[in-house]
């Protein structure tokens, strides 16, 4: 398809659990991120790549979150021993960049991977 | 940190009725993002607004931007219920190290009754 693409759409899992969420962004789109949204919130920032390095995980929350792009274009975030208040829905964007920044300002966004930890 | 604050939190009106939704920010903006977001969907770009006093419109969507770049409006003209959602207001600073690092507000939830 055209636009970002995010699996799975809904995850359950129970607390303790390893989660991974995948991101597939619009071909050609050098710059990732990743958000978590949590209800009734915007989003809020995890982290960035430019290409295949994270150039600033900065909103990681804790060392138990770790995201990869190896070759440049899927993503990857891993949760490891999640918790329940990682449940929410992390929402991945991509966008084409001229040093960083789209040239349009739109940061296209997939429909997000809702995680619910019991 | 980059802080906004949107309002209203929620809004209810009548189809055909006009409608502003504010965005306010702790600091002074780099850049303004307007998005809108459905149930179960993802973030769909409305606008970005960079200038002092900068005004853009997307079919009957206009948003502007202050003089100060602190705080900016998003209003519809004629609302349809295929406006209803939540509308997110977004800022990236200077020191987001040239990328879009966005700070999201909490949100307005906007329906439209027929």
């Known amino acids: 398809g055209a636009g970002v693409s995010q699996t799975p759409s809904n995850k359950v899992t129970e607390k303790g659990k390893y989660v991974e969420l995948r991101c597939d962004p619009i071909?050609?789109?050098?710059?990732l991120y990743w958000y978590r949204q949590s209800l009734g919130q915007g989003p809020e920032f995890l982290i960035y790549f430019q290409g295949t390095g994270a150039a600033d995980d900065s909103g990681l929350p804790n060392d138990r979150f770790f995201a990869v792009r190896p070759e440049g274009s899927v993503s990857t975030l891993k949760i490891q021993r999640t918790e329940r208040g990682d449940s929410a829905v992390y929402l991945c964007?991509?966008?084409?960049?001229?040093?960083?920044?789209?040239?349009?300002?739109?940061?296209?966004f997939g429909e997000g991977s809702r995680l619910t930890v019991l | 940190s980059q802080e906004l604050e949107q309002s209203p939190q929620s809004l209810i009106v009548q189809e055909g009725k006009n409608l502003t939704i504010n965005c306010t920010s702790s600091k002074t903006l780099y850049g303004l993002y307007w998005y809108k977001q459905k149930y179960g969907e993802g973030l769909i770009f409305l606008m970005m607004l960079q200038k002092g006093g900068e005004e853009k419109s997307h079919e009957k969507i206009t948003a502007k931007l202050d003089e100060k770049k602190q705080q900016s409006s998003l209003h519809i003209t004629a609302s349809q219920p295929s406006h209803a959602g939540i509308y997110l207001c977004?800022?990236?600073?200077?020191?987001?190290?040239?990328?879009?690092?966005?700070?999201f507000g909490t949100g307005t939830k906007l329906q439209v009754i027929p």
């Open positions: 071909s050609g789109h050098t710059a």
């Open positions: 977004g800022a990236d600073n200077y020191d987001s190290g040239g990328y879009q690092k966005v700070t």
């Open positions: 964007a991509s966008s084409q960049t001229s040093q960083g920044r789209s040239k349009t300002g739109e940061l296209f």
